[in-house]
């Protein structure tokens, strides 16, 4: 017998987003992803200073607003065909990543760990025993059995209270939960401390940005910051060294933490290796720029076709034909006028809103594709393609996981197709998340050296010529590729449209009828109780879903929300 499951919303996620799957025999055998909020930004932008763009994007969400500010920038100085100063490119990687690693931990530990770990088992472990495996699995100094002892006693109390707060509504004693009381108990240990070090992160881009979420120091042509190496009131080496010490902290957690907890947790779930799987065409894209034009980059991007490494095609540079001409998006599918694939400078944003149609109009977020193909981005795609192009970083700390999967789970072998999965995508974030911190701190030194030669430029003002022009930015974000289009006529914006990475992956079925990552990914999903459909959520959840950058809202009754008087 059919059964139609609806999850509305999924929650733990940013923004609206509703999954309907079909299950038959117990397992999925159709899904639908629909994003339930109208973006309407890009008609906001059309006549505005392109200059301004970026303060406007990165309302996008509350989240990932960073990405949405550089990316902006990048569009617009792609189309005036601008360098930018080599200290305002470190100013700018140094953000990004920085957020990149706050965004990494706080998606495992605190969005989506509790699919996988059951926090009340966690009551009947015995610390001792949470303390030695932890230990054998890193130096991490709050791992000791007088920490643990702790974090069960407070989370006792907390459960005699009757009120579970961030615990309530989870799937405690689920039949697809499996991990004995000691790792739940080590697991909500380090999510307790993951709340206190995850804010090193958000402390570096407040402290260059001028604040988080929402930084206020990026600019088309550079960056706003002056640097000198003693002025109080600008950056200097002591805000420097300020920075360089939350970098060690975070560093210290992440390589002896988080990097070690998904893998040892996965090895609990490697059956979650079969599935998940879905898009198997992989997109990411260069970032980092080290050079004024951004020709030369700290990390790679390309795409591969089918999960076949030999495949692999390099995205060179900022300027690269191969990524600007092989964009599209179709609204076959999506609440938006129009059935054609369009390329994003001729992208329209125009709602059509008709309810939810299976075989018609269900999302408002539009089906994107790379030369007509499907393709799912974020640390999966960014792993795999940086493996791929020989990226020795990647290699080696995706050897490690695969180490500690082979340690804990008592198993020799460990295929890199195991990756195409939804446990998988968990490990590619953890192992994204250290070669984060490696160019973390590779771009801290490179700009403490640039400063300490004499360069302190950080901005190239521009110049917008007559006529039109048209320009893309991109950036690998935390949730995977993001791009940026704008087309500016006579010094104003004519059209922008963004296809960000959950446009890329919670997009509905395209021009030709193909499903996308999150659909696809559904696909043969077990589901062991109709009624709490626990393994929907651990397969949508490993993709990050950040909705809101994907779509906005509208009213269809057309009553007024809110009144916003734009200066």
């Given at each position: ?104 931990i706080v998606h495992f530990y ?409 659909e696809s990914s559904l696909m ?44």
């Amino acid at each position: 017998m059919t059964t139609r499951i609806t999850v509305d919303p999924i929650t733990r996620i940013e923004g609206h987003l509703r999954i309907d799957v079909e299950v038959d025999d117990g397992k999925v055998t159709k899904a639908w992803s629909s994003g339930q909020m109208w973006r309407g930004i890009e008609k906001i932008l059309v006549g505005r200073d392109p200059r301004e763009a970026w303060l406007y994007t990165q309302r996008f969400c509350g989240v990932c607003t960073t990405v949405h500010a550089i990316t902006s920038v990048r569009a617009v100085e792609n189309a005036l065909q601008m360098e930018v100063p080599v200290n305002a490119q470190l100013v700018r990687n140094i953000i990004q990543t920085a957020h990149a690693i706050q965004d990494h931990i706080v998606h495992f530990y605190h969005l989506s760990a509790v699919d996988w770990v059951d926090v009340v088992s966690a009551l009947d472990a015995d610390p001792k025993a949470t303390a030695k495996l932890a230990e054998s699995l890193s130096d991490w100094h709050l791992n000791g059995p007088h920490e643990m002892k702790a974090v069960q006693d407070r989370l006792k109390a907390f459960v005699n209270t009757g009120q579970l707060g961030p615990f309530a509504s989870g799937f405690w004693g689920h039949p697809a939960m499996k991990l004995p009381p000691e790792v739940n108990l080590l697991a909500v240990a380090h999510y307790l401390q993951a709340l206190d070090i995850q804010n090193h992160a958000n402390k570096i881009v407040a402290i260059l940005g001028g604040k988080s979420p929402h930084i206020q120091n990026v600019a088309v042509g550079g960056i706003s910051n002056s640097i000198s190496h003693d002025a109080p009131s600008v950056l200097n080496i002591e805000r420097l060294m300020l920075i360089k010490g939350f970098i060690d902290k975070l560093e210290h957690f992440v390589k002896s933490t988080y990097m070690t907890d998904v893998p040892a947790i996965g090895a609990f779930y490697l059956d979650w290796t079969g599935y998940g799987g879905g898009v198997t065409n992989y997109l990411s894209v260069p970032d980092c720029p080290q050079d004024t034009k951004g020709t030369k980059f700290d990390t790679l991007g390309g795409f591969i076709e089918n999960g076949d490494l030999s495949t692999f095609k390099e995205i060179k540079n900022f300027n690269d034909p191969y990524f600007r001409d092989g964009v599209a998006e179709s609204s076959k599918h999506a609440w938006y006028e129009g059935d054609e694939a369009l390329h994003p400078y001729k992208g329209e944003t125009n709602p059509q809103y008709t309810d939810f149609q299976d075989d018609g109009q269900y999302s408002w977020v539009k089906a994107p594709t790379f030369y007509g193909k499907r393709a799912e981005v974020g640390p999966l795609a960014n792993v795999i393609t940086n493996v791929a192009a020989g990226e020795p970083r990647y290699t080696q700390y995706l050897n490690d996981s695969i180490g500690v999967i082979k340690s804990v789970g008592g198993i020799s072998d460990v295929p890199l197709t195991a990756l195409n999965s939804t446990i998988g995508r968990h490990a590619a974030r953890a192992i994204r998340c250290g070669v984060m911190l490696d160019v973390l701190n590779d771009q801290w030194t490179k700009l403490v050296e640039n400063v300490a030669s004499g360069d302190t430029d950080t901005f190239n003002a521009p110049v917008f010529p007559k006529g039109e022009i048209e320009g893309f930015g991109f950036h690998e974000a935390p949730r995977g590729t993001l791009s940026h289009w704008v087309v500016i006529e006579d010094a104003k914006i004519k059209n922008y449209q963004a296809v960000v990475p959950s446009t890329w992956n919670a997009g509905p079925r395209d021009a030709d009828d193909q499903p996308g990552p999150y659909e696809s990914s559904l696909m043969d999903n077990p589901i062991a109780d109709p009624e709490n459909p626990l393994e929907v959520l651990r397969t949508v959840h490993s993709f990050d879903p950040c909705i809101a950058c994907a779509i906005h809202m509208v009213d269809t009754e057309k009553k007024e929300i809110v009144k916003v008087k734009a200066l």
